[in-house]
């Protein structure tokens, strides 16, 4: 995590080179030239099925891309290419030895050894993941991501000299025109950059060496940690008032680090043009294709009906789902590998693909040291992936998977080499989440009796991302146009906040103040990405909706997204797939009347609804950890008249359930993102 951490800061000024791999119609052709010519990734490969097994850690070899590219000047200052036939023939005749002086030829082993310098990354995170307390597995990764980092900055100004020789002409008609402007537009970072970078990442492992760390408070001269208020069994109203000076410490030792990484941040933002760092963020490191002023506009929308959808979900279900599902990992392989083979034949393929190569790995949380969350890692040189799924519950075992395959299926079907890869977070989680929500279809078979409640879970946490995501967006939007802000001002504006989402997710102190928002990883680590999971989260919705009455029309829809890989922008993505945007008009209460209809909710929310005529129990005696178990650090929420109570509890948890898997698939995600997008910011500012 800590090699990824230090690339995502510097991605965006890695490479000039593009959003327009995913919007360009001449990086469309020239994937599609690839493919003709026959060497998309796998076929490239020395063997298109290998087992993971058999995929060793070779580490990278920098002197053998620096001898790649010193023959490619050669070749540029010598000659030009060679013509199609003459190229196949030397191809015949190298049989994957040198390039016989072409540049075009060596152009594309250059290429490929980047390919492999990112699969052995992969590798080494893979190895790395399973053993965290490994201190040479940490060092081994750690390299590999450094020299992956500079084996694409070593190959951007080696294409840049290549492109300015005689022979380069042929290299910028291999390219594309917009391609090779983009390389020939490259600027390295600067000093100052490279040094604020430096300052970001000593902050982020700072945040997570802190955040791992015990800590205690003193209250009525005892000392108090979350373990054991959760184990001294008091009463609600002790419990709540030393649960709050626990949050408030926490606050405090992990507060102090968010305001200097704002600090750092805003300096990184202005240091590369950019007035704030949403700005910035937005175009710069995710390549979105919208900006901050147009997610602020959905802001009250979510507030009024998607957040009284979410309440209706919650309060609609009678059975706990989390056991509906074995969680015996083969049992849980077979259930949906069958659901995804009636599906699609060519995603069922996929799957049986995955399982017999053995990419993948399903384990409880921590065994054996390993990385907690479920991720998605790319191999680019074998045309796949490696997916991680931490166990849970046996219902958020199966949904995981599914969500985990959505990326890996994307993986397979991207064929754009991986210095070029744009890896657009906002459609690789319409992949995830769509597949998640289409699995509903097989909501009898798998759930049985609790099938209902099952669809009711999932389509609400479809929904929970929507309003999470704007709710945390609208908090660091706010937070990094602030200059100056204080810890107390932070704390009184995310609470003033999360009362207009009814306190949902966390809990206010009685002066309106909350201290909880410090445990959300991607706010440290991976600033203004949580609107990625709301604007994901419609056209995923939508794909539902469209699943209960064309069934086939949803999955052919379903399987054209996934068919687009990881290059192309959100709007481009939903246009060509037909689905909807989160940003048409009226789009999010369209939708949740949808959505309601078709779930049979009365859309009464919760402070209308069916009033409780029983017996209220006294307050030691509400069933906190028998109706829902807390993690330490997630303690019961006060009953506010909202929507808090114990829906607090599951929520947090999601949220930071959320986050550790998330980080791990954003951070890689983002490695690729910075390398693919400033080209088109630099032709929009041109």
């Known amino acids: 995590m800590m090699g990824y951490g230090k690339i995502i800061g510097r991605a965006a000024a890695l490479l000039s080179v593009a959003a327009l791999i995913g919007a360009s119609p001449e990086v469309m052709v020239f994937a599609g030239q690839r493919r003709a010519a026959g060497e998309s990734r796998q076929e490239a490969g020395e063997n298109l099925e290998v087992p993971y097994g058999e995929r060793s850690y070779e580490g990278i070899d920098l002197a053998r891309l620096e001898q790649l590219l010193g023959q490619l000047e050669r070749a540029c200052q010598g000659q030009g290419a060679m013509d199609a036939a003459q190229r196949q023939e030397a191809m015949e005749m190298a049989q994957g030895q040198e390039s016989l002086g072409d540049p075009v030829l060596i152009y594309r082993q250059v290429l490929r050894e980047v390919d492999w310098a990112a699969t052995q990354m992969a590798l080494a995170d893979i190895l790395y993941s399973r053993n965290m307390e490994d201190e040479a597995l940490a060092s081994q990764y750690e390299e590999a991501s450094g020299k992956t980092q500079e084996a694409m900055e070593m190959v951007l100004v080696g294409f ?379 056209p995923a919705l939508e794909l539902w909706l469209e699943s209960q009455t064309d069934w086939q029309g949803a999955v052919d829809r379903y399987m054209e997204l996934s068919a687009l890989g990881v290059s192309q922008p959100y709007q481009m993505a939903v246009d060509t797939c037909g689905l909807g945007s989160i940003f048409q008009e009226n789009a999010i209460g369209q939708l949740t009347e949808q959505i309601g209809e078709a779930l049979d909710l009365d859309g009464s929310g919760w402070e209308e609804g069916i009033p409780w005529d029983g017996e209220t129990p006294p307050e030691e005696e509400i069933p906190w950890e028998e109706e829902i178990p807390w993690e330490e650090g997630l303690p019961p929420q006060e009953e506010t008249g909202g929507a808090a109570g114990n829906q607090g509890i599951r929520s947090l948890a999601h949220i930071v359930i959320m986050g550790a898997a998330a980080v791990m698939e954003l951070q890689l995600a983002c490695f690729a993102v910075g390398a693919v997008i400033l080209w088109e910011i630099c032709k929009r500012k041109k």
Not at 186 to 214: F, I
Not at 245 to 258: Q, V
Request: hydrophobic residues 35%; negative net charge; charged residues 25%.
């Open 160 to 538: 840049q000299r290549a492109l300015q020789m005689p022979g380069g002409a042929a290299l910028e008609t291999e390219m594309g025109p917009e391609l090779a402007g983009a390389v020939k537009d490259y600027k390295p970072a600067s000093e100052r950059l490279t040094q604020l970078w430096d300052q970001e990442l000593e902050l982020m492992l700072r945040y997570n060496q802190v955040y791992s760390e015990g800590f205690t408070v003193d209250v009525d001269g005892r000392e108090w940690n979350y373990a054991s208020l959760d184990e001294a069994g008091l009463g609600y109203e002790d419990y709540y008032r030393i649960y709050m000076e626990l949050e408030k410490e926490n606050n405090r030792r992990l507060g102090e680090i968010y305001l200097d990484l704002v600090q750092v941040r805003n300096q990184i933002a202005v240091e590369n043009g950019y007035d704030t760092y949403s700005a910035y963020a937005y175009e710069a490191v995710y390549g979105r294709d919208f900006t901050p002023q147009d997610t602020e506009k959905l802001y009250g929308p979510i507030k009024d009906s998607a957040l009284l959808l979410l309440e209706d979900c919650w309060y609609a279900q009678y059975e706990d789902v989390s056991e509906a599902v074995s969680q015996d990992t083969e049992e849980l392989l077979d259930q949906v590998q069958n659901c995804v083979e009636d599906m699609d034949r060519e995603l069922g393929e996929t799957f049986s693909y995955m399982r017999r190569m053995g990419l993948y790995d399903v384990d409880w949380s921590g065994e054996n040291g390993s990385r907690s969350g479920s991720f998605t890692i790319d191999m680019p040189y074998y045309g796949d992936a490696f997916l991680f799924v931490t166990k849970d519950s046996g219902f958020q075992d199966f949904f995981s998977l599914t969500h985990e395959f959505g990326h890996f299926a994307a993986s397979c079907k991207e064929d754009m080499p991986w210095l070029y890869q744009a890896a657009y977070t906002d459609v690789c989680e319409i992949q995830s989440q769509g597949l998640e929500l289409l699995m509903l279809h097989y909501k009898d078979s798998l759930f049985g009796e609790l099938a209902a409640d099952a669809q009711l879970q999932n389509v609400g946490n479809a929904m929970d991302s929507i309003v999470v995501g704007a709710m945390l967006d609208e908090f660091e939007t706010w937070v990094y146009e602030q200059p100056g802000l204080s810890l107390e001002e932070l704390n009184r504006r995310f609470g003033q906040m999360n009362g207009e989402y009814d306190q949902w997710y966390f809990t206010n102190d009685q002066d309106g103040l909350c201290y909880s928002w410090v445990n959300v990883g991607h706010l440290f680590q991976n600033p203004l990405y949580y609107i990625s999971y709301a604007t994901s989260a419609y």
